[in-house]
């Protein structure tokens, strides 16, 4: 029943979700930082957490309020195979609250830790299911747009949330992105209630049109497109006041060349695109001195559109 | 300064915008009907509209209140060529306010026949603009989604009317269409004042799904994708009380196998996609017996999405 191995190390990939245009069903990985999980044979019967290092947070051990332990339960579950001994160990890696998917990466580590653990009895896709499942434990709601990317890599598309429907687009070669954490406190349900629960009819067009755009964009690689394509016209405003300093940060990325420059998530992360390296790096740098200039602390990720995903290290 | 050519005659095909789920950036061209028109050079100098043909209706002969005349003139403006003599002769032959796009079809073909008249001074992609304000004349907005997929062809996506910014979506093999056209009077304005001009966050993200999901399959000839993503959350329920039996018709159609079965445009026609033309006939019949057992009189044409637009003929 038990594979040879007596113990695997994944790692899950942080991940920008939103993508501008694409609230609630876009998101994409990036390199670092990510979470790291250990999943080893047990001695009693059941999943347990074991060790959780790398945050100040009390985050549950009981494996069902966890989101690396939910959506391996159920995984262990479908597979008739809940009453194996199997020990987690959870290395958080990055931070909580910042709008890059920390608890998703988990999640997605969680499962597929589980999953290399038992030999593999599931493909990496067939995965996804279980590692939205696992991400629902942090809030309740079940969106892939976070954990999703964080397992398969790429950019996914999230068709349908409650179906599982999901699509990976094409990564255009090249594209670099730059994400910049400062270091302020944006509760996800403050996020969500300065939303407003209706949009106008003219913002549903102008988005629809932009989020159509982009994603032919990428299958074009056509990076004119795709940067007239990025503009966000129903989130960032909205949540843009929670962002110390939102525009004159967007401002700096634009005129150092950015395609775009927006909102992680629900931040208070942010992101933007660029068409190599050498800008990306000169955005994350002035965007971080800005920062610093206003007495906030911050950090800069820099990566190419990571399109591997959660991997067994 | 005149070209060799005394005359010139061009076509221009019908259209169904909003496809689903691309309430006003999205429009196909399918291979007939269209209208008709003949440029040709005048004795007086200036655009004259000399005969329209084919309708009852009383179309104005004024260019800069016809949708033919309107584009043409502007074309002629910008080339600094308004003083040429030109006269246009206009023959209807698709019905008004059908939803297929009639007055985009006249105003594709105007702008294309002045055109070919002079020369062809501008590219076909360069008319797109021209063509867009002549529609205008009919009811004096700005949106593309039929008359420049009747000019160019192809699935048109517009990504913002007010910069005539469209990209011309790849049209996967095989795919059939079949139109149906109720002889039932919706007036455009009617079919406005229906639709409620906000809408849910959850509708927009199931919306933005579905079209961001329906290009990824035009790009990759998904047709289980494109199937689920033609699902409109927010124009079709408004609208179907407009047109009389469309729950039931749209219930026939699915029923045999067609992708999708929804309103074309502002309506009353009505379309639906099918992997092949067998379908799409089979669709056409039924639809169309069901129609004449309500004591409705119907058309229906059958046809591949058409990439070529309007021509010279």
């Given at each position: 029943m038990k594979s040879k191995q007596q113990a695997v190390r994944v790692f899950a990939p942080a991940t920008v979700a939103n993508v501008a245009v694409g609230y609630d069903i876009l998101g994409f990985a990036i390199d670092s930082p990510g979470d790291e999980i250990i999943a080893r044979w047990g001695d009693e019967p059941g999943l347990r957490i074991t060790k959780i290092k790398g945050t100040n947070k009390q985050l549950p051990k009981d494996p069902a309020k966890n989101t690396a332990g939910l959506g391996a339960l159920r995984l262990l579950q479908d597979l008739g195979k809940e009453d194996l001994g199997i020990e987690l160990e959870i290395y958080k890696k990055m931070p909580f609250g910042s709008g890059m998917g920390s608890s998703a990466a988990s999640a997605a580590a969680g499962v597929l830790a589980v999953n290399e653990l038992l030999g593999?009895?599931?493909?990496k896709r067939e995965l996804a299911k279980y590692a939205v499942i696992g991400e629902s434990a942090a809030d309740g709601a079940i969106h892939g747009d976070n954990v999703i990317p964080s397992l398969l890599g790429g950019i996914i598309l999230i068709r349908d949330n409650e179906s599982f429907d999901f699509v990976k687009l094409p990564v255009p070669r090249g594209l670099s992105v730059f994400v910049i954490y400062p270091e302020i406190e944006i509760l996800t349900k403050d996020a969500r209630a300065v939303l407003s629960d209706q949009v106008s009819l003219s913002q549903l067009i102008a988005q629809t049109g932009n989020i159509a755009a982009f994603v032919a964009s990428l299958y074009t690689s056509d990076l004119d497109l795709m940067r007239k394509s990025l503009q966000d016209h129903v989130i960032e405003s909205q949540r843009a006041q929670l962002i110390p300093h939102f525009y004159e940060l967007q401002q700096t990325a634009l005129e150092l060349g950015a395609m775009n420059y927006t909102i992680s998530g629900a931040g208070p992360s942010m992101f933007g695109f660029a068409q190599n390296t050498l800008i990306a790096e000169e955005c994350a740098t002035a965007i971080t001195a800005k920062l610093t200039d206003h007495g906030i602390v911050s950090h800069s990720y820099l990566s190419p559109i990571n399109t591997q995903g959660a991997y067994k290290m």
């Open positions: 593999k009895p599931l493909q």
